[in-house]
């Protein structure tokens, strides 16, 4: 399930429907992609764009804490992982917190991806064993 959000069973769960329902009664992701991309960012994805801003109201300008890391492979896997972090938050019904580091985000998202993909493992073992 994307952003491993899932529930039981990686089934889609009462949060999940939540959070889509918010963001389409706010009709908020071309308008806030449009803020993001106003704000000077070149290329932004939608999970970037609905982290930072979830709702309509938001404040022009505000981005994730930038990543300056050398190394790309952990810079990026940091940069997901803020992003990850964000929608959990936003999922929860909490406020972004834009300004989290990106070493707290990446450190933070190992255990919940390691519960996902044993989760994953047992399913697919399970569907397999049984075909």
Do not use: C
């Amino acid at each position: 399930m994307e952003e491993n959000m899932a529930g039981d069973g990686q089934l889609p769960d009462e949060e999940l429907f939540g959070l889509y329902r918010r963001w389409a009664a706010g009709g908020t992701r071309r308008h806030t992609a449009e803020r993001v991309l106003d704000s000077g960012v070149a290329i932004i994805g939608m999970g970037t764009a609905l982290a930072v801003t979830p709702t309509a109201d938001a404040r022009p300008g505000e981005q994730l804490r930038p990543v300056t890391w050398s190394g790309k492979a952990l810079a990026s896997a940091a940069g997901m992982a803020q992003v990850r972090h964000q929608m959990r938050r936003i999922a929860r019904e909490s406020r972004p917190t834009p300004n989290t580091h990106p070493a707290f985000a990446l450190i933070s998202e190992r255990p919940k991806q390691r519960r996902a993909l044993r989760r994953y493992r047992a399913w697919l073992s399970a569907s397999q064993g049984a075909a």
